[in-house]
């Protein structure tokens, strides 16, 4: 029998990747897309490289400075953060450290990844996992040689990311010029922020009626950052079993309410893993700016022809920008008989 958090996991797969990965900003699948039949209960995956436009790699610092680092005073989670480190001094196979601390989540959800002109792509870093299960010290490293001076600096683009939940964020850069010298750059602190977000008409202990009326509820995304957030959604999924008896897309009934066209009932999707289900809606139809808010409308119903032997079930929802989930809660239900 799988816990209570497998099968949690399992859900949160229902059309987004798990909260916690570091896969770019992408459109997520939309409400009528198979859901993924892959990393059943799966860890967190890996952050991976995508093609990208040129970033800016203006120099920052001062012309005196052989070493320089800046980055975003904000990181909103679940977007990329830009950073750029600039040499005034020439490097051979040297070695770039960044020594991360953080405050309010652990240094093992943070990525940073660099630049490579030549691929186009953005690359991970060498990681050295920081110690104990929650480190708030964490280091990465890579490779560099490069012909710069005060009168031409050498910079690399480099991006952020936490993965986890609101905090701070400290980098001290270093690097090794590969002829014994070490230079140093002044630390730089960021904040981890992401939008509000609030779910109202859900209460604990809700009881739903096979047949009966549905429970509205409501999933508001105020953006208190500073930064768009693009290809906003929100996913909400289910799950429920009892006595080898288990809800599937046909028990429950989900409806959006769209203006100007009223409630409309939303597809619900099977997972591939578990006898879980689910959908993504769209929460925005264009990325939520700075102080903006988008508001989804819901409401939930048990069909009549439910098993009566599942009186139980969890759901939630998650809030992304992309593949990117920032937000979740769960909402768990009982379901009754007609009175």
Not at 42 to 50: F, N, Q, S, V
Not at 142 to 147: E, G, I, R, V
Not at 149 to 165: C, G, H, K, N, T
Request: a positive charge; aromatic letters at 6%.
């Amino acid at each position: 029998m799988r816990t209570t958090a497998a099968r949690t996991a399992v859900a949160l797969t229902a059309g987004l990747l798990l909260a916690g990965t570091a896969w770019p900003a992408q459109a997520a699948p939309a409400a009528a897309t198979v859901l993924p039949r892959t990393n059943c209960g799966a860890a967190a995956a890996g952050a991976r490289t995508d093609a990208a436009q040129e970033p800016d790699t203006a120099a920052v610092g001062k012309a005196a400075q052989k070493l320089s680092f800046k980055v975003a005073s904000q990181l909103p989670i679940g977007l990329w953060s830009p950073a750029t480190l600039t040499l005034r001094t020439p490097v051979d196979k040297g070695t770039v450290r960044l020594d991360v601390s953080s405050r309010g989540f652990s240094t093992d959800s943070v990525a940073v990844q660099r630049y490579e002109p030549g691929s186009h792509r953005w690359v991970d870093l060498n990681t050295k996992p920081g110690g104990g299960s929650w480190p708030h010290h964490g280091v990465f490293t890579f490779p560099l040689t490069a012909k710069a001076s005060a009168a031409r600096p050498y910079s690399v683009a480099l991006r952020l990311q936490d993965l986890d939940r609101p905090g701070t964020l400290t980098v001290a850069a270093s690097a090794k010029d590969g002829h014994g010298h070490t230079y140093r750059a002044h630390g730089r602190t960021a904040t981890a922020t992401r939008p509000q977000v609030t779910v109202a008409g859900w209460k604990k202990g809700t009881a739903l009626v096979r047949g009966g009326a549905a429970q509205p509820f409501t999933v508001t995304v105020k953006n208190t950052t500073n930064r768009s957030y693009p290809a906003l959604t929100t996913a909400w999924y289910a799950y429920g079993e009892a006595k080898g008896h288990a809800l599937t897309t046909k028990d429950l009934v989900l409806q959006q309410y769209r203006s100007g066209r009223g409630w409309q009932t939303v597809p619900l999707l099977a997972n591939g893993c578990d006898p879980g289900l689910g959908a993504v809606l769209k929460a925005a139809d264009r990325p939520l700016a700075p102080g903006g808010t988008a508001v989804v409308r819901l409401r939930l119903s048990v069909a009549a022809t439910a098993p009566r032997e599942v009186n139980t079930a969890e759901s939630g929802v998650t809030v992304a920008t992309g593949d990117q989930s920032f937000y979740s809660r769960q909402l768990p239900f009982a379901i009754r008989a007609r009175g």
